[in-house]
């Protein structure tokens, strides 16, 4: 199973970016995509998610300014940044889900791609 991440940069506080995560090795329309977010110091979090049927979640501190997407022709997860503060600095990471039973879950990671924003 990969999870490559991509699309993070340097962007000016108020810019915008927008993060891919091409997945491979998995059954992708099946799972439950997320983008977590991991900044200095702290523990990683989640930002969004989107289900196999299209539900999304977001964080609070996010809401009205990410985006969540799926493209499952592509196996790819998007998420779009806009209205960026320094405080979304931080490595995103993509997460595939899957709840196989009660005792199993089925959990991937990919490799992480760096956000900074400057004030």
């Known amino acids: 199973v990969q999870l490559q991440a991509s699309g993070g940069g340097l962007v000016q506080a108020g810019g915008s970016l927008r993060l891919s995560c091409a997945a491979s090795g998995i059954i992708f329309s099946i799972y439950t995509m997320g983008w977590f977010r991991q900044a200095p110091g702290k523990q990683r979090e989640l930002v969004a998610a989107?289900?196999?049927?299209?539900?999304?979640n977001y964080a609070q501190s996010v809401k009205g300014r990410f985006t969540i997407s799926r493209d499952n022709a592509k196996n790819t997860v998007y998420l779009q940044l806009n209205s960026l503060k320094p405080e979304d600095t931080a490595v995103y990471y993509c997460?595939?889900?899957?709840?196989?039973?009660?005792?199993?879950?089925?959990?991937?990671w990919g490799q992480g791609t760096l956000v900074t924003v400057s004030s």
């Open positions: 989107i289900t196999s049927g299209g539900s999304t």
């Open positions: 997460n595939a889900r899957r709840t196989i039973t009660t005792a199993t879950i089925a959990d991937y």
